[in-house]
């Protein structure tokens, strides 16, 4: 609790009084990373025990033991989400690996979002028909577009991020850091790079099991330049997890509970679940039913809307004695397509 309270100081004190931070520059990262975590709602900042910690909390790198892996494993995840009808594609790669066993670790998570097959209107004389000089359509004025629909470029928007953590276990938890690299490939040949840092703490058996983590994501704020000279800045934000392990000896079982809560300072109010002032929150829940650390049952709600999942493990599969885990993640929009998200996990 205390690293909290200094925590939530160090962020007033890095916020400027007057802040002109974007509400969502960057969020293409907000969509998180491995359908176990996505299955449970989102909640992974207390948790952090597999490759993906290195997203959601650097400090779980520091000894990670996943249902696939103990803490002197490397894992791997991969995950690819098709959102909203195939609009967009998703991609999520990230990677876990020791230096001590139990004690410290690194690791690196590489996301890539896309969209395809944007069509592109280059501007031209004689493109608004009918027009009355002032390079705006204007349909209610008889004005009308004067192009060849069926010859236009078509390009794609991309961004891009890649994280770089290391963690170490120390005497009062798990402390760990993320640098991070943002770059955005955006139409007509826009670019965009930034460079931002995220600190995590995990702490185990504060209250018998209860398991307490937090993520300051963006610390000291990121700004991303772009091409065109106009610079966007990302505000930090505080992401606090609480998890409870409840063993059940008679079923061979584990069920892990966790919330997880999204504080932000950016006057998104109605974005967000609860607000007040520049303050919002955003709440996750979720749980996980382990059967004898073989087949996992999920579920949650991420700000209120339902998911729900499940993954299965196969161990020393293969010549190379490779333990492979797979699961999957369902989503439920409330306005949009529901999404599906697959991961894939490897350790040894």
């Known amino acids: 609790m205390r690293f909290l309270i200094l925590s939530i100081c160090i962020l007033a004190l890095t916020l400027p009084s007057e802040s002109h931070g974007e509400k969502y520059a960057g969020e293409f990262m907000a969509l998180g990373g491995g359908a176990r975590a996505m299955g449970m709602g989102g909640t992974f900042i207390a948790i952090a025990n597999d490759a993906t910690t290195t997203f959601w909390n650097p400090a779980g790198l520091a000894g990670f033991s996943s249902m696939l892996a103990s803490p ?10 098709a959102r909203f009808g195939n609009l967009i594609d998703y991609h999520f790669v990230s990677a876990a690996f020791p230096l001590r066993g139990g004690e410290s670790g690194w690791g690196v998570t590489f996301i890539h979002m896309g969209i395809d097959d944007i069509p592109i209107f280059p501007w031209s004389p004689g493109m608004i028909g009918n027009s009355d000089g002032d390079d705006r359509f204007e349909p209610w004025d008889d004005e009308y577009l004067n192009f060849d629909y069926e010859n236009l470029v078509l390009e794609s928007a991309n961004d891009f991020a890649l994280f770089l953590s290391y963690a170490q276990r120390m005497r009062f938890g798990s402390f760990g850091a993320s640098v991070k690299f943002i770059r955005n490939d955006q139409v007509t040949d826009v670019t965009s790079f930034g460079v931002g840092l995220d600190i995590g703490y995990l702490k185990e058996g504060v209250v018998r099991d209860l398991i307490v983590g937090v993520k300051l994501q963006d610390i000291t704020g990121t700004y991303i330049s772009w091409s065109t000279g ?11 997890g609480l998890a409870y392990p409840l063993r059940l000896k008679s079923m061979e079982s584990v069920l892990l509970l966790a919330v997880d809560g999204d504080f932000r300072f950016e006057d998104r109010q109605t974005a967000s679940q609860f607000w007040i002032g ?9 749980a996980e039913l382990t059967i004898r650390r073989l087949v996992a049952l999920r579920g949650g709600l991420d700000m ?4 729900a999942g499940a993954g299965f493990v196969l161990r020393d599969f293969g010549p190379w004695h490779v333990s492979v885990g797979v699961d999957y993640a369902l989503l439920v929009h409330d306005k949009l397509d529901t999404t599906h998200r697959v991961s894939l996990l490897l350790a040894h």
């Not at 002197?72 to 989400?81: A, D, G, P, Q, T």
């Not at 520049?278 to 979720?286: K, N, Y």
Request: hydrophobic share 35%; glycine share 6%.
């Open 72 to 81: 002197e494993n490397w894992e791997i995840s991969l995950m690819k989400s």
């Open 230 to 240: 106009e610079k966007e800045f990302i505000n930090p934000a505080v992401k606090v």
């Open 278 to 286: 520049r303050s919002s929150a955003d709440f996750h829940l979720g």
């Open 304 to 307: 209120g809307r339902p998911t």
